[in-house]
C-alpha cells in the first residue's frame, strides 16, 4: 500500500514550500522549511513539542502568510492567499484542539464543511432541492466516522473522541485533495486510536495525507514518509523505518543516546 | 431554529405540557389582537405600540448576539438614519426641520430603509474584522458619530429635530387613534419575528452560528467571514430602520436626542433584560421597559436625595443589575425556569439546567467570552 501510494512520483507535487520560515518578534518558529507533497502521499510530521509543526500547518493552510519563502499548492502560488482560497482549491485540515462548531449539531457542522467548498455560502433563503444533496452528504459523512447515532447531537453534548472523529468527518466531507491532521490521536484511548488509523488507513489512495502525529504508532502505520522537525527546521526525511531506526530521532524523543543498540 | 426551539420539541413527551404552552401562546395572540378593546389609549400606545417597535431595535440587537456573536451598540444610530432619512424627504407640515422635499410618506419609508440598510452594510464592514470589545467599541464609535453629525448638520435635523413628519393616510392621529398604528407595529414585529426565525435556518443563517462559534474555523472551512459578517450586520440594520420608521411615526417627529447614547444603552437594556437565548427576549424585555419606565414615574416614593420620581434610570438600573445577577438569561430564562417547575421537565429545576436547552447555554457562554461587555455569563459550565 505504502508503495502503492509512492508511485506517483513523477508528477508535480501538489504542494512545494521553498524557504518557508516564520518568526514571532524574534522566534523563529518556522525556519527555512522545504517541502514537497505529492499527490498521494502520506507525509507524517514529527518532533518535539516546539519544533514549528503546528506553525508550519498554520503557514500551509493559510492562517497566516510565512515571513519568509514562498507555497505552491496545486502548482499556484499561494504564499500569500487566505486561508477560504486554498479551503476552496482542496485543502482541508483539523486542528490540535478539535475546533468544532459548539453551538450546532453534528451535521450542520458537516454540512457547514460540505457547504464551504461550494458556492452559495450567502444563500438566504432554504431551498430542499439546494440542501438535500449536501444534507445527505452529511449524513453519510457521519456515518463513515461512527457518528450516524449522534447526527442530531448537539455538538457540546460530544465527548472527546467524538470531536475527534467529526473533525475528521469535516475534513472528509469538503472531498479534499489534500487533508492535514494534526494530531488526530492526541487524548484518544488505546482502542480508539485504533479506530482512528483504521479510520486514516481507509481513506482513498489520490488523497494526500499531511499528519502531525506525537504517537509514534499512529504515525509510523498511517505514513510512507516522514519529516522530522525541531526547532523550526526539517532535520530528517525518511521511511517509516528508517525514522524508526534514526539515533537523531531517539535523541529527540529520548534525550539520550543507545549506543551499540 | 437549531437550538433552543428543536431541543423542547424534541425532548418534550407530555402532552399536557405542549397543551399548555399552545394554550399559553393562543392566549398572547388574543390578548395582542384584542389589544384596543381590552386597554385604555394610554396602554395601547404608550405601553404596548411603544414596547412593540422598541421591541423590533431590540431584537436586531439579540439576533446580532445570538446568531451572529456581535454586540452592536450600532442599533439605534441605524433606526436614526432610517427616522431621519424619511423625515428629511417626507413631507412635513411646519417645514422648519430637514430638507422637506414632500415625497409621499411610502417613498419615505422606502428611501429610509434602502438608506439605513446601506449605511449598516457599510458600518458592518467597518466593524466586521473586529470581535468582543472591539467590535462593541467601534460600534458605539459609529453610534457617537451618528448622533453627533444629526446634531450638528440642522440642515438635516432641523433645530431641535424634525416635527411633525407626514405618516401615511391610515394611521391617522395616533394619540387619539392609536389603534392602527398599534397594529402596524404587531404586524411589523410579527414579520420580523418570523422572517429571523427563517433567516436563521438557510445556509446563510447556519454559516452565520458558525462563525460566532468558531470564525478562525470557519474561515478554513472556505468562508469569507468578514464578508457574511458585514451581511448579517445589515440584516441587523434592515430590522433596526423598521424600528426607526415606526419610532417616527409613534413619536410624531424624530430629533438628535432621541438617538442619543441613553437610547443607545435602553436597546441594550431591554435586550439583556429580556434575554438574549431567545428572540421573542426582545419583545418581552421592551414591554418590562416600557411598564417599568410608566410605573416608576408614578410610584417611586420620595426618599432625601436617593429616590424620586424623576428616577427612573436609577430604578431601571438596579432591575438591570438584579436581572444579570439573578438570571444572566434575563426574563427568558427566568421564564424557562418557571416552565420547567410548571411542566415539571426539570424535576428538580437545578438552576444549571433549567435555562433553556444546556446547547444554548454553552452557546451563550461562548458568546459571552467572545462579547466582552456583554451580558456577563455566568461561570457555569456545562461539560
Same mark, same amino acid.
Given at each position: 500500500?505504502?508503495? $502503492?501510494?509512492?508511485?506517483?512520483?513523477?508528477?508535480?507535487?501538489?504542494?512545494? /514550500?521553498?524557504?518557508?520560515?516564520?518568526?514571532?518578534?524574534?522566534?523563529?518558529?518556522?525556519?527555512?522549511v522545504?517541502l514537497?507533497?505529492?499527490?498521494?502521499?502520506?507525509r507524517a510530521i514529527l518532533g518535539?513539542?516546539?519544533a514549528g509543526k503546528t506553525?508550519l500547518f498554520?503557514?500551509?493552510?493559510?492562517?497566516?502568510?510565512?515571513?519568509? !519563502?514562498?507555497?505552491?499548492?496545486?502548482?499556484?502560488?499561494?504564499?500569500?492567499?487566505?486561508?477560504?482560497?486554498?479551503?476552496?482549491?482542496?485543502?482541508?485540515?483539523?486542528?490540535?484542539?478539535?475546533?468544532?462548531?459548539?453551538?450546532?449539531?453534528?451535521?450542520?457542522?458537516?454540512?457547514?464543511?460540505?457547504?464551504?467548498?461550494?458556492?452559495?455560502?450567502?444563500?438566504?433563503? +432554504?431551498?430542499?432541492?439546494?440542501?438535500?444533496?449536501?444534507?445527505?452528504?452529511?449524513?453519510?459523512?457521519?456515518?463513515?466516522?461512527?457518528?450516524?447515532?449522534?447526527?442530531?447531537?448537539?455538538?457540546?453534548?460530544?465527548?472527546?473522541?467524538?470531536? *475527534?472523529?467529526?473533525?475528521?468527518?469535516?475534513?472528509?466531507?469538503?472531498?479534499?485533495?489534500?487533508?492535514m491532521?494534526d494530531?488526530?490521536?492526541?487524548?484518544?484511548?488505546?482502542?480508539? +486510536?485504533?479506530?482512528?488509523?483504521?479510520?486514516?488507513?481507509?481513506?482513498?489512495?489520490?488523497?494526500?495525507?499531511l499528519l502531525i502525529e506525537?504517537?509514534?504508532?499512529?504515525a509510523?502505520?498511517?505514513a510512507?514518509w516522514v519529516t522530522m522537525m525541531?526547532?523550526?527546521?526539517v532535520?530528517?526525511e525518511?521511511?517509516?523505518?528508517?525514522?524508526?531506526?534514526?539515533?537523531?530521532?531517539?535523541?529527540?524523543?529520548?534525550?539520550?543516546?543507545?549506543?551499540?543498540? | 431554529?437549531?437550538?433552543? $426551539?428543536?431541543?423542547?420539541?424534541?425532548?418534550?413527551?407530555?402532552?399536557?405540557?405542549?397543551?399548555?404552552?399552545?394554550?399559553?401562546?393562543?392566549?398572547?395572540? @388574543?390578548?395582542?389582537?384584542? $389589544?384596543?378593546?381590552?386597554?385604555?389609549?394610554?396602554?395601547?400606545?404608550?405601553?404596548?405600540?411603544?414596547?412593540?417597535?422598541?421591541?423590533?431595535?431590540?431584537?436586531?440587537?439579540?439576533?446580532?448576539?445570538?446568531?451572529?456573536?456581535?454586540?452592536?451598540?450600532?442599533?439605534?444610530?441605524?433606526?436614526?438614519?432610517?427616522?431621519?432619512?424619511?423625515?428629511?424627504?417626507?413631507?412635513?407640515?411646519?417645514?422648519?426641520?430637514?430638507?422637506?422635499?414632500?415625497?409621499?410618506?411610502?417613498?419615505?419609508? @422606502?428611501?429610509?430603509?434602502?438608506?439605513?440598510?446601506?449605511?449598516?452594510?457599510?458600518?458592518?464592514?467597518?466593524?466586521?474584522?473586529?470581535?468582543?470589545?472591539?467590535? /462593541?467599541?467601534?460600534?458605539?464609535?459609529?453610534?457617537?458619530?451618528?448622533?453627533?453629525?444629526?446634531?450638528?448638520?440642522?440642515?438635516?435635523?432641523?433645530?431641535?429635530?424634525?416635527?411633525?413628519?407626514?405618516?401615511? !393616510?391610515?394611521?391617522?392621529?395616533?394619540?387619539?387613534?392609536?389603534?392602527?398604528?398599534?397594529?402596524?407595529?404587531?404586524?411589523?414585529?410579527?414579520?420580523?419575528?418570523?422572517?429571523?426565525?427563517?433567516?436563521?435556518?438557510?445556509?446563510?443563517?447556519?454559516?452565520?452560528?458558525?462563525?460566532?462559534?468558531?470564525?478562525?474555523?470557519?474561515?478554513?472551512?472556505?468562508?469569507?467571514?468578514?464578508?457574511?459578517?458585514?451581511?448579517?450586520?445589515? /440584516?441587523?440594520?434592515?430590522?433596526?430602520?423598521?424600528?426607526?420608521?415606526?419610532?417616527?411615526?409613534?413619536?410624531?417627529?424624530?430629533?438628535?436626542?432621541?438617538?442619543?447614547?441613553?437610547?443607545?444603552?435602553?436597546?441594550?437594556?431591554?435586550?439583556?433584560?429580556?434575554?438574549?437565548?431567545?428572540?421573542?427576549?426582545?419583545?418581552?424585555?421592551?414591554?418590562?421597559? $416600557?411598564?417599568?419606565?410608566?410605573?416608576?414615574?408614578?410610584?417611586?416614593?420620595?426618599?432625601?436625595?436617593?429616590?424620586?420620581?424623576?428616577?427612573?434610570?436609577?430604578?431601571?438600573?438596579?432591575?438591570?443589575? /438584579?436581572?444579570?445577577?439573578?438570571?444572566?438569561? !434575563?426574563?427568558?430564562?427566568?421564564?424557562?425556569?418557571?416552565?420547567?417547575?410548571?411542566?415539571?421537565?426539570?424535576?428538580?429545576?437545578?438552576?444549571?439546567?433549567?435555562?433553556?436547552?444546556?446547547?444554548?447555554?454553552?452557546?451563550?457562554?461562548?458568546?459571552?467570552?467572545?462579547?466582552?461587555?456583554?451580558?456577563?455569563?455566568?461561570? *457555569?459550565?456545562?461539560?
Amino acid at each position: 500500500m505504502a508503495v $502503492a501510494a509512492q508511485s506517483a512520483e513523477s508528477a508535480e507535487p501538489i504542494l512545494r /514550500l521553498r524557504g518557508v520560515g516564520r518568526r514571532f518578534g524574534g522566534l523563529r518558529a518556522v525556519d527555512g522549511v522545504d517541502l514537497q507533497i505529492r499527490r498521494g502521499d502520506r507525509r507524517a510530521i514529527l518532533g518535539p513539542n516546539g519544533a514549528g509543526k503546528t506553525t508550519l500547518f498554520n503557514v500551509i493552510a493559510g492562517e497566516f502568510p510565512p515571513t519568509d !519563502g514562498t507555497i505552491d499548492l496545486f502548482g499556484t502560488d499561494v504564499t500569500h492567499s487566505p486561508a477560504r482560497h486554498r479551503a476552496k482549491m482542496g485543502l482541508a485540515r483539523t486542528y490540535q484542539q478539535s475546533r468544532v462548531l459548539l453551538g450546532l449539531s453534528v451535521e450542520d457542522n458537516i454540512y457547514l464543511a460540505a457547504l464551504g467548498v461550494r458556492t452559495g455560502h450567502t444563500f438566504p433563503f +432554504r431551498s430542499r432541492k439546494r440542501d438535500a444533496p449536501l444534507r445527505a452528504r452529511a449524513r453519510e459523512a457521519a456515518r463513515e466516522v461512527g457518528l450516524e447515532r449522534r447526527v442530531g447531537a448537539m455538538v457540546s453534548e460530544l465527548s472527546h473522541g467524538e470531536r *475527534r472523529q467529526l473533525s475528521i468527518g469535516m475534513a472528509r466531507v469538503a472531498q479534499p485533495q489534500l487533508m492535514m491532521l494534526d494530531e488526530p490521536a492526541a487524548g484518544l484511548s488505546r482502542a480508539e +486510536r485504533v479506530t482512528l488509523t483504521e479510520l486514516l488507513l481507509a481513506l482513498p489512495e489520490d488523497v494526500t495525507l499531511l499528519l502531525i502525529e506525537h504517537d509514534m504508532d499512529v504515525a509510523l502505520r498511517v505514513a510512507n514518509w516522514v519529516t522530522m522537525m525541531h526547532d523550526g527546521r526539517v532535520i530528517v526525511e525518511g521511511t517509516p523505518a528508517e525514522i524508526r531506526a534514526n539515533e537523531t530521532v531517539h535523541e529527540l524523543y529520548l534525550g539520550k543516546r543507545h549506543y551499540g543498540d | 431554529m437549531s437550538t433552543v $426551539a428543536n431541543t423542547p420539541t424534541r425532548s418534550w413527551p407530555p402532552r399536557g405540557a405542549a397543551l399548555l404552552g399552545w394554550a399559553v401562546l393562543a392566549a398572547v395572540g @388574543v390578548v395582542l389582537l384584542l $389589544a384596543p378593546l381590552i386597554f385604555d389609549l394610554f396602554w395601547l400606545s404608550q405601553i404596548l405600540t411603544q414596547a412593540l417597535w422598541l421591541g423590533i431595535a431590540a431584537v436586531s440587537l439579540t439576533f446580532l448576539y445570538r446568531y451572529g456573536g456581535m454586540t452592536s451598540l450600532a442599533q439605534v444610530a441605524i433606526y436614526g438614519i432610517a427616522g431621519f432619512a424619511m423625515g428629511n424627504v417626507v413631507h412635513t407640515i411646519n417645514s422648519e426641520g430637514g430638507l422637506n422635499l414632500g415625497w409621499t410618506p411610502w417613498l419615505g419609508v @422606502v428611501f429610509g430603509i434602502v438608506v439605513a440598510v446601506l449605511l449598516g452594510l457599510l458600518f458592518g464592514a467597518i466593524a466586521s474584522r473586529s470581535y468582543g470589545i472591539y467590535f /462593541l467599541m467601534i460600534t458605539l464609535a459609529l453610534s457617537l458619530f451618528v448622533f453627533y453629525f444629526f446634531g450638528q448638520v440642522t440642515q438635516l435635523s432641523g433645530f431641535g429635530g424634525i416635527r411633525s413628519v407626514s405618516r401615511p !393616510g391610515y394611521l391617522g392621529d395616533p394619540i387619539t387613534h392609536p389603534s392602527p398604528l398599534y397594529y402596524t407595529c404587531l404586524g411589523c414585529s410579527v414579520a420580523v419575528y418570523l422572517l429571523l426565525r427563517y433567516m436563521v435556518r438557510t445556509p446563510f443563517g447556519i454559516a452565520l452560528q458558525g462563525i460566532r462559534d468558531d470564525p478562525g474555523r470557519m474561515s478554513s472551512l472556505g468562508y469569507h467571514v468578514a464578508l457574511h459578517r458585514a451581511l448579517a450586520f445589515a /440584516l441587523g440594520a434592515f430590522v433596526a430602520s423598521i424600528a426607526g420608521v415606526l419610532s417616527v411615526w409613534f413619536n410624531t417627529q424624530i430629533s438628535p436626542g432621541s438617538i442619543n447614547i441613553q437610547q443607545t444603552i435602553a436597546v441594550l437594556i431591554i435586550a439583556v433584560i429580556g434575554g438574549l437565548s431567545r428572540l421573542e427576549g426582545a419583545w418581552i424585555g421592551a414591554l418590562a421597559y $416600557a411598564l417599568i419606565d410608566y410605573y416608576a414615574r408614578q410610584h417611586t416614593p420620595t426618599l432625601g436625595l436617593w429616590l424620586n420620581p424623576g428616577r427612573f434610570a436609577t430604578i431601571i438600573g438596579v432591575v438591570f443589575l /438584579l436581572i444579570v445577577l439573578l438570571s444572566p438569561d !434575563g426574563l427568558i430564562g427566568i421564564g424557562t425556569r418557571v416552565w420547567a417547575l410548571v411542566t415539571r421537565r426539570g424535576r428538580e429545576a437545578e438552576p444549571g439546567t433549567a435555562a433553556a436547552a444546556p446547547t444554548a447555554e454553552a452557546t451563550l457562554e461562548k458568546a459571552g467570552t467572545m462579547a466582552t461587555g456583554g451580558p456577563p455569563s455566568s461561570g *457555569r459550565q456545562e461539560a
